[in-house]
C-alpha cells in the first residue's frame, strides 16, 4: 500500500499544481509532467512491482504487463507534454493573445515572454546582453521593423513604451506582433471592465450610505434625534415630556441623544464598508489588475 498512496499523493499534487497556475503556464508542461510521472514510477510502479512479485509469484506475467504499462504511460505523457508546448508556440497566432496563457518565445537572437499583463524579453546587444521589460500599462504601440543582426538583417518587433522604443529580433516577428497587439487589448477590456465595476460599485455604496440613517431617544421619550451618514442632524422631535424640564436639562438630552446617533450610524457605516469591500478583497481573483484599476482610476 505504501507505494500506491505515494503515487496517488503525486497525482494529486499534480493536479493540483495544474488547477493554480500550471495550465496557463505551456513552458512547465514538460519538467512538471516528467518530475510527476517519473517520480511516480520510482516510488510508486517500480517499488509496487517488486513487492508485489515476490509477494505473488504466480502472477508475474501480469505485474511485468502492468510496470511496462505504467513505463509506457510515463514515456507518452512526457511526450505528448512536449509536443504540445512545441506545436503551440512553433507557429503562434494572434487568437493565443486571447488566452491566459505565459508565451515564451525563444530563438537564437532573443527571448520574449508574454505575461497577462506584462512583456519582459533578453537578448543579445554590442555590449552584451539585455534583459529588460514593460507593463502594458506603459506599452504604447507595437511595430515591425528590419535590424541589423550579425552582419545581416533580421525581422524584428519594436516596442513604444514610455520610457522610449525598443527593437527585439524575434522569429515570426509579425505573428508575435499580432499576438501581443491582441494580448493589450484583451488587458485593456479587462482593465475597462474592472473599473465599470468599480464605478457601479462606488455608486451602489453611495445609494446605500445615502440611505443610511439612526435615531436616538431619551429614555422616557420625550427627546428624539436623527442623523444621516454624513452626521448631519436631519429631525429632532419634542414630546408631551419635556413639559416640566429645564431648558438646561432639554439642552443636555439633545446632545446625549445626538452623541448616540452619531455613534450608531458610524457603525452603520462601518458594518457597510466592510460587508462591500472586505468581502471583495477576499475574493479578489486578480490583484495586480486591481493595482493597475486604482492606478488608472487616480
Not at 516528467?34 to 504466480?58: E, K, N, W, Y
Not at 508475474?60 to 507534454?81: E, F, P, R, Y
Not at 464598508?273 to 488608472?296: D, H, I, N, S
Request: glycine share 8%.
Amino acid at each position: 500500500m505504501i507505494p500506491v498512496v505515494v503515487a496517488a499523493l503525486l497525482s494529486v499534487a499534480l493536479v493540483a499544481w495544474l488547477r493554480r497556475d500550471g495550465l496557463t503556464d505551456p513552458a512547465s508542461w514538460f519538467p512538471a509532467t516528467v518530475l510527476m510521472t517519473g517520480s511516480q514510477l520510482v516510488f510508486g510502479v517500480i517499488p509496487g512491482f517488486g513487492v508485489a512479485l515476490r509477494s505473488a509469484t504466480g502472477t508475474a506475467v501480469a505485474l511485468k504487463a502492468l510496470l511496462a504499462l505504467g513505463i509506457l504511460s510515463a514515456g507518452s505523457a512526457w511526450s505528448l507534454a512536449r509536443r504540445a508546448c512545441r506545436s503551440l508556440l512553433a507557429s503562434p497566432v494572434a487568437e493565443l493573445g486571447s488566452t491566459p496563457l505565459q508565451l515564451v518565445f525563444r530563438s537564437s537572437l532573443s527571448r520574449i515572454m508574454i505575461g497577462t499583463d506584462r512583456v519582459d524579453w533578453s537578448c543579445r546587444t554590442a555590449g552584451g546582453r539585455l534583459d529588460a521589460g514593460v507593463s502594458f500599462r506603459n506599452l504604447h504601440d507595437v511595430t515591425i521593423t528590419m535590424a541589423s543582426v550579425d552582419n545581416g538583417t533580421s525581422p524584428a518587433l519594436v516596442l513604444h513604451t514610455s520610457s522610449g522604443r525598443w527593437t527585439i529580433p524575434a522569429h515570426e516577428a509579425a505573428a508575435v506582433c499580432a499576438l501581443l497587439r491582441r494580448r493589450k487589448a484583451r488587458w485593456e477590456q479587462r482593465v475597462e471592465a474592472a473599473i465599470e465595476q468599480e464605478r457601479a460599485r462606488y455608486h451602489e455604496m453611495m445609494r446605500l450610505l445615502g440611505t443610511a440613517k439612526a435615531t436616538s431617544s431619551t429614555d422616557d421619550g420625550s427627546v428624539s434625534v436623527t442623523v444621516n451618514a454624513d452626521g448631519l442632524t436631519t429631525g429632532i422631535e419634542l414630546t408631551e415630556g419635556i413639559r416640566g424640564k429645564s431648558p438646561q436639562l432639554v439642552s443636555a438630552d439633545l446632545m446625549v441623544c445626538i452623541d448616540q446617533a452619531h455613534r450608531i450610524v458610524r457603525k452603520q457605516v462601518q458594518h457597510l464598508m466592510v460587508e462591500r469591500y472586505a468581502t471583495k478583497q477576499r475574493t479578489e481573483e486578480l490583484p495586480a489588475l486591481a493595482q493597475q484599476v486604482a492606478e488608472l482610476a487616480a
